[in-house]
């Protein structure tokens, strides 16, 4: 499938789809360590594939930084340094793999650097349609009957409304290829955290702000919005980490 932005997703497509997917999860996850060689015969024979369905995953790997394939060496998992890790396919393998708080915190620096701005640039530029969408997500995020996974995705679509609205095509780009991360780091906050912190009041204010078409108001609501959010995910890593070890 190709995302709005033209990035082909593999995940799902049939056999080819399902190497991709297990494979890349299992890079990424850590069950394949850099250096291991893998074995496309036996990986084709038990997951009753053919070869060429698995030399053609491989190579959708290798396109990924994941893998590489040498002469006399075969093919081997690469080292971390090489991945592309802004692909959408491996940002969402790191959240699969549920161990990684380094993801999480690395999605709070970049989130710090770039939401305050975006959500000053929305305020300038955006159109009576943008405020229209903005105001129906966070009703949606507002309203009591919903689940957590809806809850969930009412607040990511906020957040990509807000870049949408700066008419900037790259930061609407980036704000969509972090979704997959932002979606677990919202799963995790409704799972270890008690009640909403002031999550909606602090979203009205940053939409005040782009209501009021008031970029500095704005800027600093989200601002406060993502101290905040910071401040869950120390919550979340320090409760994951006491969880493991109990």
Request: glycine letters at 8%; aromatic letters at 4%.
């Amino acid at each position: 499938m190709d995302d709005r932005h033209g990035t082909t997703r593999y995940s799902g497509r049939g056999l080819h789809g399902r190497i991709v997917e297990s494979l890349g999860v299992r890079v990424v996850r850590g069950d394949l360590a850099p250096g291991a060689i893998i074995d496309l015969n036996r990986l084709a024979d038990v997951e009753n594939v053919s070869r060429t369905v698995v030399r053609e995953a491989v190579k959708v790997l290798i396109g990924k930084g994941l893998l590489d394939a040498r002469p006399k060496r075969g093919t081997f998992v690469r080292d971390r340094a090489t991945w592309n890790l802004l692909d959408p396919d491996v940002m969402r393998w790191r959240s699969v793999g549920g161990r990684d708080g380094r993801l999480l915190q690395d999605l709070d620096e970049v989130r710090r650097t770039l939401e305050p701005v975006t959500a000053r640039l929305a305020a300038a530029r955006r159109s009576p349609w943008h405020l229209v969408e903005l105001e129906g997500a966070y009703a949606a995020m507002a309203a009591s009957n919903l689940t957590d996974q809806e809850r969930v995705e009412a607040d990511v679509r906020f957040h990509r409304l807000i870049a949408t609205a700066t008419g900037n095509e790259l930061l609407e780009t980036l704000s969509a290829t972090l979704e997959p991360v932002q979606r677990k780091r919202d799963v995790l906050a409704f799972e270890h955290l008690a009640g909403d912190s002031g999550f909606l009041d602090m979203h009205n204010d940053v939409l005040d702000g782009i209501r009021g078409g008031d970029p500095d108001a704005a800027e600093a609501a989200m601002r406060a919005l993502l101290d905040a959010a910071s401040q869950d995910i120390e919550t979340i890593i320090r409760r994951r980490t006491e969880e493991a070890g109990k």
